[in-house]
């Protein structure tokens, strides 16, 4: 028997999603929002939205399992953040201040910090430490409203350390009410004294065979950059990966044009990421090939970088997504603060920036149900903001607005730990 599992009543305004929800859409299709509006929750999906009135007389808060009186604030749909690199040991807080001294990122790597360095204390801790470390990123996650987030491996660059890891992904994914979305990244970079070529040919002889055998992740993901690995070298994982049932993704165009924007469109990828340098052929490819554009702002913010051109691919109705890309050197778990940065930084609209940080950001997860909107039918994933429209969210920056988290219906965070969002 179908259980009401919540009502959310007098929402000043409940933000549905863009006009059309299907991957390929105009990505400025204006928003559908319900002002002086409920949604209502059936065993973990979106039953009903619509005016407050209507929806609680067929579906009566008290007969909810969750009762929320969103009286004059924001109703939207849960974050998907889909690029982070959120499962990681050590700190690197040392190298923020290099960085403001003058020191590329580049120079950093040559001198044993960046990745490298992480992937050192990363082999170093137990099973154990890493799934402690990473619950208390997703904690903070879902207090900025992420419901859904992708964790990357690679942080290991060794067959034990990147099964290790997917498996504690796993493990996470089964503790936390965020979905975690597992990627291996075992070609994040090239491991100190050990030739290139021939970490390439470890990934795809030895890493992906193991990464198939435990079948934990969903996608795999290449570093193809300057300083990483080459268009010839990103292509034979991807491929490889792809042998092995995982999906392509790339880092493609943050630091130099090298083609990788070129080898996402050919493959068909899922998504390419970064795209700081993208050219407008590489736009065009990417936007004919279907390719989800993944714009990272956070990272241009942190590097003190020019950002990605988003314009470029929302003027060929691109799905652009916004994610936070969470890392030691991009050191931010709120989505809420990347759309902001969208705003200010590649001068989205609003709307834009939210769209790309739900709906879009399913789309670059290659989930079509409606995750990121709060259709009829789509996973009851929300986010009740202390605001009374989304507007306030990348207006009101630095300021956590989230109020109440619901997963599934269900609530997943209450700000203060409290229960006073509910009735």
Known sequence: ?????????????????????ERGDDASAPLVRREDAAVAVVDGRVAAVGPSDEVTREHPPENAAVAVDAAGKSVIPGFVDAHTHALFA????DEFEAKL?????????????????????????????????????????LAHGTTTAEVKSGYGLDVETELRMLEVVARADERHPIDVVPTFMGAHAVPPGVDADDYVDEVVSEQLPAVEAQGIAEFCDVFCDEGAFTVEASRRVLEAGREAGLAPKIHADEFATLGGSRLAADLGATSADHLLRSTDEDVEALVEAGVVPVLLPGTAFALGAGYADAGAFLDRGAPVAVATDFNPNCYSQSLGFAASLACVGMRMTPAQALVSVTRNGALAL??????????????????????????????????????????????????????????
């Open 1 to 21: 028997m179908a259980e009401l599992t919540a009502v959310v009543r007098d929402a000043a305004e409940v933000v549905v999603g863009p006009e059309e929800a």
């Open 90 to 93: 050590g700190d690197r807080s």
């Open 101 to 141: 001294r003058g020191k590329t990122y580049q120079e950093i790597m040559a001198e044993g910090g960046g990745i490298l360095r992480t992937v050192g204390a990363t082999r170093a801790a137990s099973d154990d430490d890493l799934l402690e470390i990473l619950l208390s990123h997703l904690d903070t996650m």
């Open 366 to 423: 290659d989930r079509t149900d409606g995750l990121g909107t709060l259709r009829e039918g789509a996973p009851a994933d929300l986010v009740v903001l202390d605001a009374p429209s989304h507007v306030h969210l990348p207006y009101n920056f630095a300021v956590n607005a989230v109020e109440t988290v619901l997963k599934g219906g269900e609530v997943a965070h209450a700000r203060n730990g409290s229960g006073a969002a509910h009735e």
